[in-house]
Nanobody, 120 residues
Framework: QVQLVESGGGLVQAGGSLRLSCAAS????????MGWYRQAPGKQRELVAL???????VYADSVKGRFTISRDNAKNRVYLQMNSLKPEDTAVYYC??????????????WGQGTQVTVSS
């Protein structure tokens, strides 16, 4: 019923930038929050950034000052601008949406993931 699709990952050198995008579609009444998570090999999935419908944001300490999350509520899209990338940022990045469906049920939905690789 709900689908999230990410784009924008790739290979960059340390210090470079990438912009990730995620679009949600389907039987959506509203989206309470959208966020980005990442998972590196051998590590648990971790929160990178989160944005609520009202605009409040949460960032992991490791990305504060370098990454910016933004949201287009009308388009059900979320973006992650990543600047000053470090090799430690290398991971699969996943888009998440906390979605209220037209049925009034609320669930978390996940995108397929997009690989971000930062070379030194």
């Amino acid at each position: 019923q709900v689908q999230l699709v990410e784009s924008g990952g790739g290979l960059v050198q340390a210090g470079g930038s990438l912009r990730l995008s995620c679009a949600a579609s389907g039987s959506i009444a509203s989206i309470n929050a959208m966020g980005w998570y990442r998972q590196a090999p051998g590590k648990q999935r971790e929160l990178v950034a989160l944005i609520f419908s009202g605009g409040n944001t949460v960032y992991a300490d490791s990305v504060k000052g370098r990454f910016t999350i933004s949201r287009d509520n009308a388009k059900n899209r979320v973006y992650l601008q990543m600047n000053s990338l470090k090799p430690e940022d290398t991971a699969v990045y996943y888009c998440n949406g906390r979605v209220v469906a037209t049925s009034r049920s609320m669930s978390d939905y996940w995108g397929q993931g997009t690989q971000v690789t930062v070379s030194s």
